[in-house]
């Protein structure tokens, strides 16, 4: 894996931050301390990693932590904080999957390379599931995430948290038990998957939202990375872009299961926002996304209905967003906000 440039003096890109660090402490700065701590993410059962990149020059780890520590003894021999993990890798090219095991005892933090982790694939999504030391899916809502990547095209490193999913179904309170929320007995519907209807797990949302981005330019660059619980299908979705005037920009963008690039390339308006250049100073322009699933369509180019609705399916969205400022290597980036009500989200395997 190719490591980081030198970390560089940060007076070489002072001048464009500056300015806009001083209008969030004048502006910002009481909000942000009051801040909720029920707001803070959770740990979780499922663990949605939107990004990972093994390409040449590129590398990612991904570090995956059990924050249960309970060393209890169990009937089965094992301990109670024990849980085997489910890594299911999707490639972004055709959605291929490739995946592996591995058991994390209480308390243990396992940090892996993704191109060693997974030598099949370069870039895609990654998922993954709690599961029994013994098999099935299990209510461990422990499990807490971050992925660090480097990409040497960019000359940037930069880190997110991965998106937690909750289970609901089933009785987790004697960790022995390792309740399974796929059982008919725990509300499940025994179909030996994971999904996410707001039974056996958390639903997900349609609507995503990034909640800023500079203009791109000389100075600004981005990547966005999208994924959908949909899996290989292609995926359309309905891009509303604001500048800091609050004009609002519509696109309709369809993906085939994945997909990661500038905003650029799906809008010209990232390039120019027109709106008031003067806002953060040194003419710094912002603006924010709001993207939503808006339904799922086959190889024939046909919207695809939920055999048990009826309806056309909405798909999940899920995504990680990376800010740069181009020639440093400062890169900042973290999972996309959930708008909306929440959905049904399918199922992961």
């Given at each position: 894996?190719?490591?980081?440039?030198?970390?560089?003096?940060?007076?070489?890109?002072?001048?464009?931050?500056?300015?806009?660090?001083?209008?969030?402490?004048?502006?910002?700065?009481?909000?942000?301390?009051?801040?909720?701590?029920?707001?803070?993410?959770?740990?979780?059962?499922?663990?949605?990693?939107?990004?990972?990149?093994?390409?040449?020059?590129?590398?990612?780890?991904?570090?995956?932590?059990?924050?249960?520590?309970?060393?209890?003894?169990?009937?089965?021999?094992?301990?109670?904080?024990?849980?085997?993990?489910?890594?299911?890798?999707?490639?972004?090219?055709?959605?291929?999957?490739?995946?592996?095991?591995?058991?994390?005892?209480?308390?243990?933090?396992?940090?892996?390379?993704?191109?060693?982790?997974?030598?099949?694939?370069?870039?895609?999504?990654?998922?993954?599931?709690?599961?029994?030391?013994?098999?099935?899916?299990?209510?461990?809502?422990?499990?807490?995430?971050?992925?660090?990547?480097?990409?040497?095209?960019?000359?940037?490193?930069?880190?997110?948290?991965?998106?937690?999913?909750?289970?609901?179904?089933?009785?987790?309170?004697?960790?022995?038990?390792?309740?399974?929320?796929?059982?008919?007995g725990n509300g499940g519907d025994n179909d030996f998957a994971a999904d996410f209807d707001?039974?056996?797990?958390?639903?997900?949302?349609?609507?995503?939202?990034?909640?800023?981005?500079?203009?791109?330019?000389?100075?600004?660059?981005?990547?966005?990375?999208?994924?959908?619980?949909?899996?290989?299908?292609?995926?359309?979705?309905?891009?509303?872009?604001?500048?800091?005037?609050?004009?609002?920009?519509?696109?309709?963008?369809?993906?085939?299961?994945?997909?990661?690039?500038?905003?650029?390339?799906?809008?010209?308006?990232?390039?120019?926002?027109?709106?008031?250049?003067?806002?953060?100073?040194?003419?710094?322009?912002?603006?924010?996304?709001?993207?939503?699933?808006?339904?799922?369509?086959?190889?024939?180019?046909?919207?695809?209905?939920?055999?048990?609705?009826?309806?056309?399916?909405?798909?999940?969205?899920?995504?990680?967003?990376?800010?740069?400022?181009?020639?440093?290597?400062f890169a900042t980036g973290d999972f996309l906000f959930g708008r909306g009500e929440k959905?049904?989200?399918?199922?992961?395997?």
């Open positions: 894996m190719t490591t980081a440039a030198p970390s560089r003096s940060v007076s070489r890109f002072a001048p464009v931050l500056v300015p806009v660090f001083a209008v969030l402490l004048a502006f910002g700065g009481l909000s942000f301390f009051a801040t909720s701590a029920h707001a803070l993410p959770e740990a979780g059962s499922i663990l949605f990693f939107p990004l990972y990149d093994s390409a040449p020059g590129n590398g990612t780890v991904i570090a995956v932590t059990n924050t249960f520590t309970s060393m209890r003894s169990c009937s089965d021999g094992r301990r109670e904080g024990d849980v085997n993990l489910h890594y299911i890798y999707f490639n972004g090219d055709d959605c291929r999957e490739f995946d592996r095991f591995e058991l994390l005892t209480p308390g243990d933090t396992l940090t892996i390379l993704a191109d060693e982790h997974n030598p099949q694939q370069d870039r895609g999504y990654l998922v993954v599931i709690a599961m029994a030391p013994t098999g099935g899916l299990v209510n461990f809502n422990h499990l807490i995430g971050q992925a660090i990547i480097v990409q040497s095209g960019l000359d940037v490193s930069w880190s997110y948290n991965a998106v937690t999913v909750e289970a609901l179904a089933g009785d987790a309170s004697n960790g022995c038990d390792r309740t399974n929320p796929d059982d008919a707001g039974v056996e797990y958390e639903m997900l949302t349609a609507e995503v939202a990034i909640p800023t981005f500079f203009e791109e330019g000389p100075r600004f660059g981005n990547m966005l990375a999208l994924m959908s619980t949909a899996g290989d299908y292609e995926i359309e979705t309905r891009w509303l872009l604001y500048n800091n005037v609050e004009d609002v920009f519509s696109r309709t963008f369809r993906f085939d299961c994945w997909w990661a690039g500038s905003l650029s390339e799906v809008s010209g308006v990232a390039t120019d926002l027109d709106g008031d250049p003067e806002e953060t100073g040194h003419g710094t322009q912002t603006g924010w996304v709001s993207i939503s699933g808006r339904n799922v369509r086959n190889g024939a180019g046909q919207i695809v209905d939920d055999p048990e609705t009826g309806q056309p399916i909405t798909p999940a969205i899920i995504g990680v967003f990376m800010q740069t400022v181009r020639d440093t290597d959905i049904d989200g399918l199922e992961v395997r």
